[in-house]
């Protein structure tokens, strides 16, 4: 999980840098919608906090339904040795 935060931290700060040159912009557009998963299946969303000043990372899941009704949620953080 922490290889795919560092890999999107990377392609954003690429993309800051194309945004940087203008020659190199490019004119693909896109667009995210939200769609409903299949009825009795589950998706869990995830996110996370970095908190440097005390080495500890925060992380927060939640599972909704097909609905988007609340099913399960958790939080918790653990240190790191950065």
Request: charge should be positive.
């Amino acid at each position: 999980m922490l290889e795919d935060w560092k890999l999107v931290q990377e392609m954003r700060q690429n993309a800051r840098k194309t945004e940087a040159q203008p020659q190199l912009r490019r004119s693909h557009t896109h667009t995210h919608t939200w769609q409903r998963h299949a009825p009795g299946r589950y998706k869990c969303n995830v996110d996370a906090s970095f908190f440097s000043d005390h080495n500890k990372v925060g992380i927060g899941m939640c599972i909704p339904d097909s609905d988007g009704s609340f099913i399960l949620a958790r939080t918790t953080w653990f240190s790191l040795l950065c």
